[in-house]
């Protein structure tokens, strides 16, 4: 990883999950100059589906997507000097760093190529006491790795590096802390790369992509992925290449910034960030500085992935139009009921979405969807029996009878919960590209876990002039997302009167009103004045996790689309 003494870091992102857009690896490596480009391709469901898979091929468990990706770019990448970083070796990032040197001899290339392993704990699932009085023995097991790993593989000159499971942001941190040298309790610096590596994480994202105010982001239609350019003291800029579409704004990275988090401390096996210290600033075009990132030493534990397989799953969605909707949906639910005497699944769930206009002009103005999604251990129960009670109704229901599609066959789900390990009980090891094994020790200075946030209301707005009834969403942004079964909802304030307002306005009380299925849920806001933002955690909304929520919106991604829908009283000054 060669480059310029005191030049920054660029470090780009050509993935956000295993199934983002395939060129872009290609993209990134020829739109512009690049030292490193990275690829996220775990989130907890890829854990499960991977784990699924290594249950037909021991030999699999990586993602292959990347195989094929470099299949195609690696000798562009050989050729420009552009180091590769990546997650995607999944629960086997033994196997693939070996496919990646088979690759590299069959194309006649000299990559050097190394890999990051121990964070797969299956094999040590009941010492750690992993196993559910419920659903047994853990499908998998994975401790989040930091980023010191990959700093060891790339300063033994590896061009390649791929892990399995570490933190999203060790992609990004371990370049850095290669380059520039850091020390393990260089917090700052640290905690820095972390805060450029979570706007990094999740790609397009960061450029434009599921964007709130998306009507103002030019060039949607083909988005660029974000680069960040990391200084020596751990701060960066924000941007990507030139002639790109999407856009690198304040907004942008702080809507990024705010998905997926908890309380302000962001907890990680290197350090703990201070998510309440980040301080942004618009540069100039598609550039957006983050500076004044506080770090503290890291917890003494290590989160852990585990992925239990839970049961089986079905659904079917009837199609319900014109009059008389809720007689129609009581009268099928009534009918599935009767079918499922003597052998009633787990769980069965009813779900009816939408509403009917009063005068629909159109079929699809008269028509609301009734969802009914199944869960239970038998497969026989969610399986032909569902489906074929489901389709007999067909000639001896309500008038209109259809669905959206005759269900299937039944497919397994997955349990996501979260454990935590002593971090010196987790053998995180870096392989190098000559095959020797430098075992990565923990954190020698630890702290233990802080609630102590930044309480800096801000004084509130003067609310004597005239109120305007209308959506949110027209002076906040949010945006949503899953933590097993739970979920966040960022919202930010676009100006700073604004912000006064959300602070004062929007509590955790409030959400729980506008949010009527939070009811008997715990909700906590978390304050972040730098960003103008709050953050609310709804525990359990989510059931026990993304692939065995039956909720329409399993990963929780509309919620916050949802929240800025709601209507309040806003000052008309404000808006």
């Not at 033994?156 to 570490?166: E, K, L, M, P, S």
């Not at 290449?241 to 997926?260: C, N, R």
């Not at 239990?308 to 909707?325: K, Y």
């Not at 906040?476 to 604004?498: M, P, Y």
Request: charged share 25%; with cysteine.
């Amino acid at each position: 990883m060669t480059h310029a003494q005191g030049a920054p870091l660029r470090i780009g992102n050509a993935s956000g999950f295993y199934g983002d857009r395939f060129a872009a690896v290609r993209e990134m490596i020829e739109g512009g100059p690049l030292d490193v480009l990275t690829g996220d391709y775990l989130a907890e469901l890829t854990m499960l589906i991977l784990g699924r898979g290594r249950l037909k091929d021991p030999d699999g468990g990586y993602a292959t997507t990347f195989l094929r990706q470099m299949e195609d770019a690696l000798g562009l990448a050989a050729e420009r000097g552009v180091t590769i970083v990546a997650n995607a070796g999944g629960l086997n990032p033994r196997g693939l760093a070996a496919k990646l040197r088979e690759l590299t001899e069959r194309l006649g290339l000299d990559r050097k190529i190394a890999h990051v392993e121990g964070d797969d704990l299956k094999a040590r699932a009941a010492e750690f006491g992993f196993t559910d009085p419920r659903y047994g023995d853990p499908l998998t097991a994975n401790a989040y790795l930091g980023a010191w790993g990959i700093a060891e593989c790339l300063r033994a000159g590896a061009d390649i590096v791929v892990t399995g499971r570490v933190t999203d942001a060790s992609l990004v941190v371990g370049p850095a802390a290669a380059r520039f040298g850091w020390r393990r309790d260089d917090w700052d610096a640290l905690a820095g790369a972390t805060v450029a590596g979570h706007v990094l994480e999740c790609g397009a994202q960061a450029t434009g992509g599921n964007y709130a105010f998306f009507t103002e982001v030019p060039g949607l239609r083909h988005v660029g992925f974000p680069i960040a350019e990391i200084h020596p003291d751990g701060s960066s800029v924000i941007t990507k290449h030139d002639g790109t579409g999407g856009a690198v704004t304040t907004e942008t990275v702080t809507a990024q910034l705010l998905y997926e988090i908890g309380g302000p401390r962001y907890a990680g096996p290197d350090v703990t960030t201070r998510f309440d210290t980040i301080e942004l600033a618009q540069e100039g075009p598609d550039r957006v500085r983050i500076g004044g990132v506080k770090g503290e030493p890291p917890p003494a534990t290590t989160k852990v992935c585990l992925n239990h397989l839970g049961g089986f799953r079905n659904e079917a969605t009837f199609v319900l139009t014109g009059l008389d909707i809720e007689a129609k949906a009581e009268l099928v639910k009534e009918q599935m009921e009767a079918a499922f005497e003597g052998g009633r699944p787990h769980r069965v769930e009813w779900t009816l979405l939408g509403t009917p206009d009063p005068d629909p002009a159109t079929q699809g103005a008269a028509t609301v969807l009734l969802r009914c999604a199944v869960l239970d251990p038998d497969e026989g129960k969610v399986g032909r029996a569902f489906s074929g009670a489901a389709v007999e109704l067909a000639l001896a229901s309500y008038p209109g009878f259809s669905m959206t599609s005759p269900p299937g066959k039944a497919s397994p789900y997955g349990v996501y919960k979260a454990a935590y390990v002593d971090s010196a009980e987790v053998e995180h090891v870096a392989v190098l590209p000559n095959g020797e094994r430098v075992p990565i020790a923990p954190s020698e200075t630890t702290r233990a876990p802080d609630v102590q946030e930044d309480d800096r209301m801000p004084e509130p707005l003067d609310a004597t002039g005239p109120t305007v009834r209308a959506p949110l969403g027209r002076i906040l942004g949010a945006r949503s997302g899953d933590k097993g079964g739970d979920a966040n909802i960022g919202v930010w304030a676009r100006t700073d009167e604004q912000w006064r307002w959300l602070a004062h306005h929007l509590t955790a009380e409030r959400l729980k009103e506008l949010f009527p299925e939070t009811g008997g849920l715990t909700v906590t806001r978390h304050l972040l004045p730098n960003l103008k933002a709050v953050n609310f955690v709804v525990e359990g909304i989510l059931q026990e996790g993304v692939s065995a929520s039956t909720r329409f919106d399993p990963q929780g991604k509309a919620l916050g689309e949802w929240l800025r829908a709601r209507t309040a009283d806003i000052p008309e000054a404000i808006l």
